[in-house]
Structures are given as structure tokens and as C-alpha cells.
């Protein structure tokens, strides 16, 4: 979606909203996740998730809700991050949630190598690990 398109959807929100009603966003920001693979209590980073399209939705959004604000659409209350992990027992599971989750998300050959390389530990507490941080924002409908 084009930012002009999203800085439309967010004026029909906030037609949609109550009289200082509150919108929350919440979405990636426009970089890759780390991949780690947790042997024990040791994180080694083996890579990053990459995206057909590069992230571009993301910045797009961010974009947006910044032009939203600057046009006094929405007044921003409060804004923060939160991680979210996805645990795998294997890279190869991790692929297959993300390809049921995330269409456009690939992990390349190298990280899926040296990920399968440190999973071939004899340590029996090992997971793969994706470390995502996420924004969230809360916005004030302006009227």
C-alpha cells in the first residue's frame, strides 16, 4: 500500500473513532530481524530475515502515521518497542512458520548452513531463536 493510501485509511479511522478516540499501531520497523541460534545459555547470531520487497511497507507505514501527525490527523500519546521471539527446535521449522506467516520473508542458504552447523551441537538445550522488536504507538484522534 502506498503511504498516500495509508495516510487515507488513516483518515477514515479516525472518522471511525470516537471523539478522542485512540488508534494503536503496531508494526515492524523497516529492518531485518536477527537470527540466533541459543545453545545452552550462549545466543550465536547466524543471520537476518530478509524480505522480497526489502521492508518497504514498513517505512511506508512509519511514513504515514508521520504525515498523519503533521497534519494534525492524530496527536502521537505515546510511542515504544516490545521484542517478539519465535522459538524453532530447528531452522528448518522456523522456515516453515514464517513461510505459513510471513510471504514474503527468506532466509538465505548461509544462515540456514550455520544455523544447522551450531544445531549439530551435542549441548541438549538448543533452540533457533527470531528476535523481533516491534513499535507500537498510541495516537489521539484529532477533531
Known sequence: MEPKSMVHALEKTG???RKNGRLIDIHPPPEP?????????ERHLVGWVRETD??????????????AAAR??????????????????TITELQAHLAETWNDAIIDDRVIQRAE???????????????????????????
Not at 74 to 88: E, I, L, M, S
Not at 123 to 133: G, I, R
Request: aromatic share 10%.
Open 117 to 143: 552447523e551450531l544445531m549439530a551441537s551435542v549441548e541438549p538445550d538448543k533452540e533457533v531463536l527470531l528476535h523481533e522488536v516491534v513499535q507500537i504507538a498510541r495516537l489521539i484522534v484529532r477533531r
Open 15 to 17: 472518522a471511525l473513532l
Open 54 to 67: 526489502d521492508y518497504i511497507e514498513y517505512a511506508q507505514a512509519d511514513a504515514a502515521l508521520t504525515e
Open 72 to 89: 494534525s490527523l492524530y496527536t502521537w500519546q505515546k510511542r515504544g518497542t516490545f521484542a517478539f521471539v519465535t522459538h524453532a527446535d
Open 33 to 41: 530481524p536477527p537470527i540466533y541460534v541459543r545453545l545452552g545459555a
